[in-house]
């Protein structure tokens, strides 16, 4: 009878020591993808949950401090376009460059699906176009922009795109990019930009 209990002594101790050995297992397994999570991956399976272009609101935190309400509508390799909800003509747009972002405020849902399965790979060509090819698309446009950066805000149309930096043709709102409206021209590194606002 004595033996019987040590065995099922023995028996059960390596039953708890295996379970424990595989839940560390799980652990450490778990730790490792945390550790190789980006915040363009949990940005994306955020946005995914939601869908874009759908009702999702995100609040951004931008290195310089100010938190801005966003709609997201596309997200690039290292950037996120989206609408800006609440503004005067209620379809202000604006590309932030994710090197800008200093924080996402999320829900403790929206967290914890950003923590899913990385769900990176879609396949998607316009998930690997990165920040200066979208730079150039707005060169191209001749649109108006405002940039927001570290030195202040700047207006006009993006004359051209480099390839740390872009060229801005300084002007006032409502003015057509012509010589005689351009105050001036000022070269923007990409690292200064926190945000474009399209006009």
């Known amino acids: 009878m004595r033996w019987d209990d040590l065995f099922d002594d023995l028996e059960g101790q390596l039953e708890r020591e295996l379970h424990a050995e ?3 297992l799980r652990l450490q397994e778990e730790r490792t993808r945390l550790e190789k999570l980006s915040l363009r991956t949990r ?18 935190v931008l290195v310089s401090g100010e ?15 989206a609408d800006l909800p609440g503004t005067a003509n209620g379809r202000a747009q604006c590309v932030i ?3 800008a972002v200093a924080g996402v405020v999320l829900s403790a849902e929206q967290s914890l699906v950003s923590l899913a399965v990385e769900s990176e790979s879609t396949g998607k060509l316009i998930e690997r176009v990165g920040f200066p090819f979208v730079l150039r698309d707005l060169c191209r446009r001749r ?33 057509l990019r012509r010589a ?20």
């Open 67 to 81: 938190t801005l309400s966003v709609r997201p509508t596309t997200l690039g390799r290292d950037w996120l376009a």
């Open 97 to 99: 460059p994710l090197s």
């Open 22 to 24: 595989a839940t560390d």
């Open 143 to 175: 649109r108006f922009v405002e940039l927001d950066t570290r030195g202040g805000v700047l207006a006009g149309s993006i004359d051209r795109v480099a390839r740390d930096h872009l060229d801005l043709a300084v002007h006032p709102l409502g003015t």
């Open 180 to 199: 005689p409206e351009i105050l001036h021209y000022r070269l923007v590194p990409f690292w200064q930009i926190h945000v474009i606002r399209l006009c």
């Open 43 to 60: 940005l994306s399976n955020v946005v995914r949950s939601a869908g874009l272009g759908g009702t999702l609101q995100l609040r951004i």
